[in-house]
């Protein structure tokens, strides 16, 4: 049996094939060894040793054809009704005729084999509670039959003739059950492995891309801003402006080597490069700046929660200059009971600033929560503020 292109590499192809092989063998031995031997009994008419033999070729052939769909079809797709019913039935039909062979050739015990071992393979198309009905049905015809065959034979056998076929209906479904549930057990873990891997893609793509729109949100606002300013310069105070476009060429270059370095996953942002470029950027838009560092409190913080609150104090940052019209703008850092608090505020607050999907504070917000911290933006009276609070120990936690 060959696995399909969902299976390749899984392992779980070779298991499919040990699951079938051991099913189908089991059950086709003990039906060739049992039933074959009723129909080889020279006491039995001929007529039914050829219809005997006719129906084990048919029993065998519908149990592997079966058994091949059943592996080879996830088991949620069997949820829509897909069977093989033609040989369900075929099958049914030859289990029926096998046990009637049986009882002809006097076997008052072993007759229940092939009808046990067909309601087995006809309970794994079935839902949960349709294979407990079916089982506990056939559990109970298998007594009754029994018992009136017991009864009917008239050779004493007992309660054996009760005892065996319902053990053989019992037995026959545990085996193939629990075959079949170690199978699908498989093929969901399998299923949940490769799932596992695409949202780990997919949150990879959407780290990278947040990290994308930092950076190049921040340094493309700041060059509009000094290319805005050099423009107002140019004629009044040409030096000046001429300082203002190296500094756009530089931050153009700073721009250019940040998105090389995220496509190369090695670039990391730091809280006190990102206050400090703050001050600077806040300063040059003529924006009055107050810095409260705290004492040694970023020294505190892991290496992690450097990286992500520099991540807010550069986005805050961008808003400050894009969705703004603020005099004066105050950062404060610092440590207390074990957790880091960054405030960036300022006092031209036009409402919160506009947030597109994927982006800006709504995504730094959820990766504040998966590191155990948090993420808060409000506007009162003008003044718009963004606090954002971590726990010292935070690693690995992006």
């Not at 006719?54 to 054809?65: D, F, G, N, T, W």
């Not at 797709?77 to 039935?89: D, E, H, N, Q, T």
């Not at 479904?173 to 492995?193: F, H, K, Y």
């Not at 949100?217 to 050099?230: C, D, F, R």
């Amino acid at each position: 049996m060959d696995g399909g292109p969902r299976e390749r590499g899984s392992g779980l192809s070779g298991f499919r094939r040990y699951t079938w092989w051991s099913l189908t063998g089991t059950l086709v031995f003990f039906l060739v060894v049992t039933a074959g031997g009723s129909a080889l009994d020279r006491s039995v008419p001929g007529w039914a040793r050829t219809l005997g033999a006719v129906a084990l070729a048919v029993l065998v052939a519908a149990i592997v054809v079966s058994l091949r769909f059943r592996l080879s079809h996830p088991s949620d797709g069997l949820r829509g009704g897909r069977s093989p019913v033609g040989w369900l039935a075929g099958g049914c039909a030859a289990a029926g005729v096998l046990g009637a062979v049986a009882l002809v050739a006097r076997e008052y015990q072993e007759w229940a084999l092939a009808p046990a071992a067909m309601v087995a393979v006809v309970a794994v198309f079935l839902p949960p509670a349709g294979r407990r009905m079916l089982v506990a049905a056939a559990v109970v015809v298998a007594a009754v039959l029994g018992c009136v065959i017991g009864a009917a034979s008239g050779g004493g056998e007992g309660a054996s003739a009760v005892v065996v076929p319902v053990a053989l209906v019992a037995i026959s479904s545990w085996l193939t059950l629990g075959m079949l549930w170690g199978w699908d057990v498989a093929e969901r873990l399998n299923a949940a492995g490769r799932l596992a891997a695409e949202l780990a893609v997919k949150e990879e793509r959407l780290r990278f891309a947040a990290d994308l729109h930092d950076i190049q949100g921040h340094h493309l606002q700041v060059i509009a801003l000094k290319s805005e300013l050099a423009a107002r310069l140019a004629e009044v105070d040409p030096a000046r402006a001429a300082a203002e476009m190296r500094e756009v060429r530089e931050l153009s270059a700073e721009a250019l080597r940040d998105t090389r370095a995220v496509a190369h996953g090695y670039r990391r942002t730091a809280l006190e490069e990102e206050i400090a470029n703050a001050a600077k950027v806040l300063a040059a838009a003529e924006i009055r700046t107050s810095v409260d560092r705290g004492a040694d409190g970023a020294q505190e913080l892991s290496e992690t929660g450097r990286h992500l609150l520099g991540l807010v104090m550069r986005e805050a940052t961008t808003n400050v200059l894009r969705h703004s019209k603020a005099d004066r703008a105050r950062i404060a850092y610092r440590v207390e009971n074990g957790r880091a608090l960054l405030r960036i505020g300022n006092d031209g607050a036009l409402g919160s600033p506009p947030q597109a999907p994927g982006t800006g504070l709504p995504v730094l917000a959820e990766r504040l929560r998966n590191a155990e911290g948090a993420l808060e933006w409000r506007s009162e009276d003008g003044w718009f503020e963004v606090v954002a609070s971590l726990p010292t120990g935070t690693a690995g936690a992006e």
